[in-house]
């Protein structure tokens, strides 16, 4: 890739005071994070940029602040509605002159925008690829005379990525309409190959090449193994309460079913996917983002845009289809910068039915026999990157910073479930793989994961009586379990290559060489038991907490979302969580004390000072 490649560890450049100065006064920081300084100087010199930063790292800002020091109108490409709404909001709440431009405005709506546009009043324009290039607002742009477009969520123009949008591909117009402006390209999501992809289409010029560390400190992974969705789920929720949380499905009928017995539970949970109403979806985003819900179930295979940053749990229940994937999805939580868990419950079972979907889509898709042939190699590859991360019983900070090309320096993260010493390893693994494997000797090699295991299990089945399975000698070798617990096993075995799967629409267990191996006890065996109340704290989450006072920033919690209400606007958007801590933490008596909070500008100090204070005081403040 052309350019120059910049890392975390780069010695930064001076502040440029005219940066500072917006910096302070509008977000109220008093410091750039690792990479933004680059991203900045690189918008305001006119050069193109790809910037690759870890969701929660800062990219926004990085298209947010060149417009104020340079007094330019920018424009910003986002793919999802939800998104440009939700910064949109979150910069009219510091006095930030934006507007998005999108299909839920009525006729006069964009039509006000376009005068704002015109008159040079805005900084910020957000809109969508297709409404960028289908409507003629590239030509009031030239009008105006655009000289710099933020393209986010970049990977979306990449055949390699892992969610390309044929739409997309249509920027690479921007270049020739607009051969003066600068292009940069945004995303947290992007291994080499794809990197060189998003250069590539957008025919960037020499850009400045920002990638940071994929790494989240503040995440806690964790990986366990499914046995009872629900229960798991109810469980893993319990450690949440009050807290924003979302919780992936695989389908879009698991996801209803799965909210419903949630709030059946007391949980203020709510459903989302692609085949609900608009209006019920947007519904369910508005309350999200407003903490009148605490839990959004949704489908993995459907971008939600929920910008919330205070999201202090994402639970996968079933196999995302890529680590790319898994990356973006997980980098909901957390994104204020303070700890939350990620959890992963895994079973093998999720690789195949992805398989068969990625198999049918290719079907059902009108491409050439090469294109198809390529489009499944790749999705299966992702897939199974995915499938080899929540298998091993390693690092998952390490793992993943790996996976994305970067090296992982410490030994020991201490915020996922193999460091923090969760796993724990099934007693005899070595004769329970022993049954296993010989009870699918036993029965053939014709037959799929649940009869093998309802065998073993000493089940009494129409299936197992016709076939006389209930007189072999592995009937009840493993009566003591349950059903998902004997297949969750199976599984297992089945991921460490030590039994396979026939291909087809109606797969079936068979045997291999290392099958027979492990039954001449040649090859010993390692199999995790499902844990239950094993979890525990991550040291960010101690730290984070360390000084809060916690009855006042459940005040601090309860006054900004009745602000939220008053304006109809998203609770995050007036504060975040990590300067409500700070506050809690600091306890300022003044407003100049206040002013020197993280992340509380003049504007917030205008607003809600005298508020935040009587809060502090004690009093109820005046509404």
Same mark, same amino acid.
């Given at each position: 890739?052309?350019?120059?490649?910049?890392s975390?560890t780069?010695?930064? !450049?001076?502040?440029?005071?005219?940066?500072?100065?917006?910096?302070?006064?509008?977000?109220?920081?008093?410091?750039?994070?690792?990479?933004? #300084?680059?991203?900045?100087?690189?918008?305001?010199?006119?050069?193109?940029?790809?910037?690759?930063?870890?969701?929660? &790292?800062?990219?926004?800002?990085?298209?947010?602040?060149?417009?104020?020091?340079?007094?330019?109108?920018?424009?910003?490409?986002?793919?999802?509605?939800?998104?440009?709404?939700?910064q949109?909001?979150?910069?009219?709440?510091?006095?930030?002159? *934006? *507007?998005?431009?999108?299909?839920?405005l009525?006729?006069?709506?964009?039509? !006000?925008?376009r005068?704002?546009?015109?008159a040079?009043?805005?900084?910020?324009?957000?809109?969508?690829?297709?409404?960028?290039?289908? +409507?003629?607002?590239?030509?009031?742009?030239?009008?105006?005379?655009?000289?710099?477009?933020s393209?986010?969520?970049a990977?979306?123009?990449?055949q390699?990525?892992?969610?390309?949008?044929?739409?997309?591909?249509?920027?690479?117009?921007?270049?020739d309409?607009?051969?003066?402006?600068?292009?940069?390209? /945004?995303?947290?999501?992007?291994?080499?190959?794809?990197?060189?992809?998003?250069s590539?289409q957008?025919?960037?010029?020499?850009?400045?090449?920002?990638?940071?560390?994929?790494?989240?400190?503040?995440?806690?992974?964790?990986?366990?193994?499914?046995?009872?969705?629900?229960?798991?789920?109810?469980?893993?929720?319990?450690?949440?309460?009050?807290?924003?949380?979302?919780?992936?499905?695989?389908?879009?009928?698991?996801?209803?079913?799965?909210?419903?017995?949630?709030?059946?539970?007391g949980?203020?949970?709510?459903?989302?996917h692609?085949?609900?109403?608009? #209006?019920?979806?947007?519904? +369910?985003?508005?309350?999200?983002?407003?903490?009148?819900?605490?839990?959004?179930?949704a489908?993995?295979?459907?971008?939600m845009?929920?910008?919330?940053?205070?999201?202090?749990?994402?639970?996968?229940?079933?196999?995302?289809?890529?680590?790319?994937?898994?990356?973006?999805?997980t980098?909901?939580?957390?994104?204020?910068?303070?700890?939350?868990?990620?959890?992963?419950?895994?079973?093998?079972?999720?690789?195949?039915?992805?398989?068969?979907?990625?198999?049918?889509?290719?079907?059902?898709?009108?491409?050439?026999?090469?294109?198809?042939?390529?489009?499944?190699?790749?999705?299966?590859?992702?897939?199974?990157?995915?499938?080899?991360y929540?298998?091993?019983?390693?690092?998952?900070?390490?793992?993943l910073?790996e996976? /994305?090309?970067?090296a992982? &320096?410490?030994?020991s993260?201490?915020?996922?479930?193999?460091?923090?010493?969760?796993t724990?390893?099934?007693?005899?693994? +070595?004769?329970?793989?022993?049954?296993?494997?010989?009870?699918?000797?036993?029965?053939?090699?014709? /037959?799929?994961?649940?009869?093998?295991?309802?065998?073993?299990?000493?089940a009494?089945?129409?299936?197992?009586?016709?076939?006389?399975?209930?007189?072999l000698?592995?009937?009840?070798?493993?009566?003591?379990?349950?059903?998902?617990?004997?297949?969750?096993?199976?599984?297992?075995?089945?991921?460490?290559?030590?039994?396979?799967r026939?291909?087809?629409?109606?797969?079936?267990?068979?045997?291999?060489? #290392?099958?027979?191996?492990?039954?001449?006890?040649?090859?010993?065996?390692?199999?995790?038991?499902?844990?239950?109340?094993?979890?525990?704290t991550?040291?960010?989450?101690?730290?984070?907490?360390?000084?809060?006072?916690?009855?006042? /920033?459940?005040?601090?919690?309860?006054?900004?979302?009745?602000?939220a209400?008053?304006?109809?606007?998203?609770a995050? +958007?007036i504060?975040?969580?990590?300067?409500? #801590?700070?506050i809690?933490?600091?306890k300022?008596?003044s407003?100049?004390?206040?002013?020197?909070?993280?992340?509380?500008?003049?504007?917030?100090?205008?607003?809600?000072?005298?508020?935040?204070?009587?809060?502090?005081?004690?009093?109820?403040?005046?509404?």
């Open positions: 890739m052309p350019g120059q490649a910049a975390e780069a010695t930064p !450049s001076p502040l440029d005071p005219r940066i500072a100065e917006v910096l302070a006064s509008w977000w109220g920081f008093d410091r750039l994070r690792p990479l933004q #300084r680059e991203a900045i100087h690189a918008a305001l010199d006119g050069r193109d940029s790809l910037v690759v930063m870890p969701t929660g &790292g800062g990219k926004s800002l990085c298209y947010q602040l060149p417009p104020l020091v340079g007094q330019t109108t920018d424009v910003v490409i986002s793919p999802l509605v939800a998104l440009m709404k939700d949109v909001d979150a910069l009219e709440a510091i006095g930030y002159p *934006a *507007a998005a431009i999108h299909s839920g009525s006729q006069e709506e964009r039509q !006000s925008i005068q704002r546009l015109a040079g009043e805005l900084r910020l324009l957000f809109t969508a690829p297709e409404r960028l290039v289908n +409507t003629g607002l590239l030509d009031l742009l030239a009008q105006v005379g655009v000289r710099r477009f393209i986010d969520e990977h979306c123009i990449s390699w990525g892992h969610d390309f949008r044929p739409e997309y591909r249509q920027l690479s117009l921007l270049r309409r607009f051969p003066s402006a600068s292009l940069h390209a /945004f995303t947290a999501t992007a291994t080499p190959r794809v990197r060189d992809d998003i590539s957008l025919h960037l010029q020499d850009p400045e090449v920002l990638v940071g560390i994929f790494d989240r400190p503040n995440l806690c992974y964790r990986v366990v193994p499914r046995t009872d969705r629900t229960r798991q789920t109810l469980e893993i929720l319990g450690r949440h309460k009050g807290e924003a949380s979302i919780v992936y499905c695989i389908s879009r009928k698991e996801t209803e079913r799965l909210a419903a017995r949630l709030a059946a539970e949980i203020l949970a709510r459903p989302y692609a085949g609900l109403d608009t #209006r019920e979806r947007h519904k +369910t985003q508005e309350a999200f983002a407003r903490e009148t819900i605490d839990v959004v179930v489908t993995v295979a459907f971008g845009g929920i910008d919330r940053s205070n999201v202090r749990l994402v639970l996968h229940t079933s196999l995302p289809k890529s680590l790319e994937a898994y990356q973006q999805e980098g909901r939580a957390g994104r204020d910068g303070l700890a939350a868990e990620c959890v992963l419950l895994y079973s093998s079972a999720d690789v195949f039915s992805w398989e068969s979907l990625v198999r049918k889509s290719a079907d059902e898709a009108e491409l050439e026999p090469e294109e198809m042939a390529r489009l499944v190699a790749s999705q299966t590859e992702h897939l199974h990157g995915m499938r080899r929540a298998q091993a019983a390693r690092c998952r900070h390490a793992a910073s996976y /994305f090309g970067q992982y &320096g410490t030994e993260c201490g915020a996922c479930d193999v460091c923090l010493g969760e724990e390893s099934l007693p005899d693994a +070595t004769v329970t793989a022993q049954k296993i494997i010989s009870c699918v000797a036993r029965v053939g090699e014709r /037959f799929g994961v649940r009869h093998v295991c309802e065998v073993l299990r000493g009494t089945t129409d299936g197992i009586s016709r076939h006389g399975h209930d007189r000698s592995t009937f009840g070798l493993l009566k003591t379990l349950d059903q998902r617990a004997a297949e969750n096993l199976t599984h297992q075995l089945l991921d460490q290559g030590l039994l396979e026939s291909s087809g629409e109606r797969p079936v267990v068979v045997l291999n060489a #290392r099958s027979w191996e492990v039954l001449r006890g040649e090859r010993p065996v390692v199999l995790l038991e499902p844990r239950v109340g094993k979890t525990k991550a040291k960010a989450d101690v730290d984070d907490w360390q000084g809060v006072d916690r009855d006042l /920033f459940e005040r601090l919690r309860t006054w900004r979302r009745r602000v209400d008053s304006r109809s606007k998203p995050w +958007t504060f975040d969580d990590k300067a409500l #801590r700070a809690a933490r600091e300022p008596a407003p100049a004390a206040l002013l020197r909070v993280k992340g509380i500008g003049e504007k917030r100090l205008a607003d809600f000072g005298v508020a935040i204070l009587d809060l502090v005081a004690g009093r109820e403040p005046a509404e």
